[in-house]
């Protein structure tokens, strides 16, 4: 079974800085697995903000930034925002019958 | 403008049956890929399942696998999820979502699946 890993929580002060990372079970993240990251808040859908490892979406502020660091998918917050506290989700691609893989996501609280 | 918009969720018995719609409009239907994905109540995402844009190719997460069937109509601009035997765990909202083999892009704003008795 495989297994996606993220952080269960982070806190960032506003304007700060804060990396969020997605590892697999199987081994390193490399750009084969398209890593996608998304933003969810309650009540709301969840919204795309990165493709194929560091590709934006054309809505996904310039603030974010996706990247691999140290064998794992990762997603950077630059200059935080409190609209920024959410629930984020990595998702990478296995192949075969089922191919996609969620984490389990990361609370982002902005204090 | 993107749109998705999911339909035909409701209450259903253990081992029932349901069938989800999603409508699309504002692209060109047919040569996207396109997903179903759902969260259950304070849960994380889960992908459901997926089907190619000429509805040749489909996938299944294995917790839904022989239970569940995803297809779609080009001519209609619309994607399908035919749930049976479904279970308690089933109970989540579904969401339709536009993508490509690499990226899962535009969500619909989801549909409840109740399954309780």
């Known amino acids: 079974q495989t297994e996606v890993t993220q952080e269960p929580s982070l806190t960032v002060s506003p304007g700060g800085t804060v990396t969020l990372t997605c590892a697999s079970s199987t081994g390193a993240v490399t750009s084969g697995f398209y890593p996608n990251w998304f933003q969810k808040k309650p009540g709301q859908a969840p919204r795309a903000l990165i493709y194929?490892?560091?590709n934006k979406q054309s809505w996904t502020p310039a603030r974010f930034s996706g990247s691999l660091l140290g064998g794992k998918a990762a997603l950077t917050l630059s200059g935080v925002q409190p609209e920024d506290e959410a629930e984020y989700y990595c998702?990478?691609?296995?192949?075969?019958?089922?191919?996609?893989?969620f984490g389990g996501g990361t609370k982002l609280t902005v204090l | 403008e993107v749109q998705l918009v999911e339909s035909g969720g409701d209450l259903v018995q253990p081992g029932g049956s349901l069938r989800l719609s999603c409508s699309a409009s504002g692209f060109t239907f047919s040569v996207y890929v396109m997903y179903w994905v759902r969260q259950a109540p304070g849960k994380g995402l889960e992908y459901v399942s997926d089907?190619?844009?000429?509805?040749?190719?489909?996938n299944y997460a294995d917790s839904v696998k022989g239970r569940f069937t995803i297809s779609r109509d080009n001519s209609k601009n619309t994607l399908y999820l035919q749930m049976s035997s479904l279970r308690a765990e089933d109970t989540a909202v579904y969401y339709c979502?536009?993508?490509?083999?690499?990226?899962?892009?535009?969500w619909g704003q989801g549909t409840l699946v109740t399954v309780s008795s």
């Open positions: 998702l990478l691609y296995y192949g075969g019958a089922q191919p996609w893989v």
């Open positions: 089907i190619s844009s000429n509805g040749g190719g489909r």
């Open positions: 979502v536009k993508g490509n083999s690499n990226e899962l892009g535009s």
């Open positions: 194929s490892t560091k």
